[in-house]
């Protein structure tokens, strides 16, 4: 046994007794669960983007890309199962079909949590960041208390997160200053590129578990699929359309969010109800490969980060900022 299945070994226990506290707990950290999924974040980032502030959404967005495509890399590198997986005392209370550490929840969770706590400027707003360590101790509890995740996959997970959080806070300035200063053909080229090396980093990532093959006591867990790249297919579809849709954004002259809460209400309703069109209608009418999914993913971005705000201009539901920059 590795040093690392030794420490997994010495976690299950503490896994059972969390398990045993009242059946009344589930129901409450399945709910705080949510709270760190990239779904809930990215469902978050419209209504950031369109209503609020287009430089919150984006750094929502950036954060929550960069936080799901690492955590994915590092799950392929280490390979670790679930606790669930390799213990039948362990409940199952989340079905997961990729590997555990580290843990997405907790990545994700701690990096956009962070995130939104850095954009809190007004004094006192200290216990922005303190809500934001509170929301994150919930959530990587609720993952240990589900069955998902062992106490290492959590801690893991923090520390990427907090890494993530902290290059994207470093680098916001820098990076923007550099982006600026590229050509249309040039922003295009580097959105590509990013894209591309999302998908290569992970399938380098799989390449030392060349041969790899399902251990037979994981097989109990039921359906499994912990080397599939599609998650990581839709991210860099995703990363791709929103660089994309920046750098064209840019060039037309940004907006503002401004205006009553009637018209960003109906902004968000409006343009969700396209998101979830181009969602559900192109799942149902395109294959369901990996070319196709990855445009998928690019166009719901493009929408969402062009589109949109074009339409709600032309609706007269959002007005031109006539600047060359995101307004925080």
């Not at 600026?180 to 992970?202: D, K, P």
Request: aromatic residues 12%; glycine residues 10%.
């Amino acid at each position: 046994m590795s040093p690392l299945d030794d420490l997994r070994a010495a976690e299950l226990d503490p896994i059972v007794w969390l398990q045993s506290l009242p059946a009344a707990l589930e129901p409450v950290m399945e709910f705080v669960s949510l709270f760190g999924t990239e779904t809930f974040f990215l469902f978050l980032l419209p209504l950031f983007y369109w209503c609020v502030s287009p430089r919150a959404g984006l750094l929502m967005g950036v954060v929550v890309l960069a936080s799901a495509s690492t955590n994915l890399v590092g799950k392929l590198l280490f390979h670790a199962p679930r606790p669930y997986w390799i213990d039948a005392r362990i409940r199952p209370l989340g079905v997961e079909e990729q590997f555990g550490m580290p843990s997405g929840h907790a990545q994700i969770a701690t990096a956009t949590w962070g995130a939104l706590a850095s954009l809190v400027r007004r004094p006192g707003a200290r216990w922005a960041w303190w809500a934001a360590g509170v929301i994150t101790a919930l959530i990587a509890l609720s993952r240990v208390y589900l069955g998902v995740h062992f106490i290492s996959d959590v801690v893991l997970g923090v520390l990427l997160g907090l890494g993530v959080l902290l290059a994207v806070l470093g680098l916001e300035g820098r990076v923007t200053r550099w982006w600026l200063a590229r050509s249309l053909g040039a922003q295009l080229l580097f959105a590509a590129a990013v894209s591309g090396v999302m998908i290569g980093a992970a399938v380098l990532a799989n390449l030392p578990h060349e041969g790899w093959t399902l251990p037979q006591a994981w097989a109990a867990a039921g359906r499994i699929d912990p080397e599939n790249l599609d998650y990581m297919v839709a991210l860099s579809g995703s990363a791709l359309g929103m660089l994309a849709g920046v750098a064209f954004m840019w060039r037309l002259g940004w907006f503002t969010t401004a205006g009553p809460a009637w018209q960003r209400v109906l902004r968000w309703a409006l343009g969700s109800a396209v998101v979830a069109l181009l969602w559900y209608g192109t799942r149902e009418l395109l294959p369901d490969d990996s070319a196709w999914r990855y445009l998928r993913y690019a166009a719901i971005s493009l929408w969402v980060q062009l589109g949109a705000p074009l339409t709600f201009i032309a609706l007269g539901l959002m007005t031109r900022e006539k600047i060359g920059a995101p307004a925080p």
